[in-house]
């Protein structure tokens, strides 16, 4: 396989760890947003959000809520901004699931989630996109 965090699994590629259990690693990111940025990976493979068993989620979203913990104790940070990048669309660079945890300091000029992308869509239609939406659960 050609995934780089799957090299990083297999000890192939080096990283700074800070934590691995039985299903999920932990490591620096090696190109930072700010100090103490955190990837959180399953072990097992899976592109994109959408591809991952529920017990695998599970399994990573217990291991993301430790090491977030984790990473804003030990750097000191007043919260942080945790999310993934779903899909090349939405920046997704490595296709492997993966969980940003991305410690945020009160004044460090950041902004919310919301601030990735602000396109101000017409709200007129709500009702129907909402059903457009209730109509995909049948073909999921």
Same mark, same amino acid.
């Given at each position: ?6 090299k990083i699994? #297999?000890?192939d590629i080096p990283?700074?760890? $800070?934590? *691995?259990?039985a299903?999920s690693?932990a490591?620096?990111?090696?190109t930072?947003? %700010?100090k103490g940025h955190t990837?959180? =990976?399953? +072990? @097992? ?9 529920e ?6 979203f217990? #291991?993301?809520?430790?090491?977030? @913990?984790a $990473?804003e104790?030990g750097?000191?940070?007043d919260? #942080?901004?945790?999310g993934l990048?779903?899909? @090349?669309? %939405? ?5 492997h699931i /993966?969980i /940003?945890i ?5 004044g460090?000029g950041?902004? %919310?989630?919301?601030s990735?992308i602000?396109? /101000?869509?017409n709200?007129d239609?709500?009702?129907?996109? @909402? *059903?457009k939406?209730?109509?995909c659960? +049948?073909k =999921?």
């Amino acid at each position: 396989m050609d995934c780089i965090f799957c090299k990083i699994i #297999s000890g192939d590629i080096p990283a700074k760890i $800070v934590y *691995e259990d039985a299903t999920s690693i932990a490591f620096l990111d090696i190109t930072p947003c %700010a100090k103490g940025h955190t990837v959180v =990976i399953p +072990k @097992k493979h899976y592109d994109t959000f959408q591809d991952i068993d529920e017990n695998a989620v599970r399994d990573l979203f217990t #291991s993301v809520k430790m090491v977030a @913990k984790a $990473v804003e104790k030990g750097t000191g940070a007043d919260g #942080s901004n945790i999310g993934l990048n779903n899909k @090349k669309a %939405a920046g997704q660079e490595v296709p492997h699931i /993966h969980i /940003h945890i991305i410690p945020r300091y009160e004044g460090d000029g950041g902004g %919310a989630i919301q601030s990735i992308i602000n396109t /101000h869509p017409n709200t007129d239609n709500l009702d129907d996109l @909402k *059903e457009k939406i209730k109509y995909c659960f +049948k073909k =999921i």
